[in-house]
Nanobody, 119 residues
């Protein structure tokens, strides 16, 4: 099992920045891939960004150039730096981990952290 604990959400004005963190514990051998998903009210959960232990990244088109995912393999922590935030980025953001992550996500999920972007 893997436990994921997120932090860093909050309220920010459009154009602002936030950084999310997700610390993994437990069976870290199951965390080759880590990433972030989000779910806005009335919408399906969607992939935001993923990163492998080797540093390969993948981003949703809607966040390319604005969001950066990074990883500290020693601390087993993944970060999501979100810049130039837009109201449409408002959602609950979930950390995800597994040996690999598809567009529907891997096995392990965090509890979610709310990000609200005001216009």
């Amino acid at each position: 099992q893997v436990q994921l604990v997120e932090s860093g959400g909050g309220l920010v004005q459009a154009g602002g920045s936030l950084r999310l963190s997700c610390a993994a514990s437990g069976n870290i051998f199951s965390t080759n891939a880590m990433g972030w998903f989000r779910q806005a009210p009335g919408k399906e959960r969607e992939l935001v960004a993923t990163i492998t232990r080797g540093g390969t990244t993948n981003y949703a088109d809607s966040v390319k150039g604005r969001f950066t995912i990074s990883r500290d393999t020693v601390k087993n922590t993944v970060y999501l730096q979100m810049n130039s935030l837009k109201p449409e980025d408002t959602a609950v953001y979930y950390c995800n981990a597994d040996r690999s992550i598809s567009t529907s996500g891997g096995r392990f999920w965090g509890q979610g952290t709310q990000v609200t972007v005001s216009s």
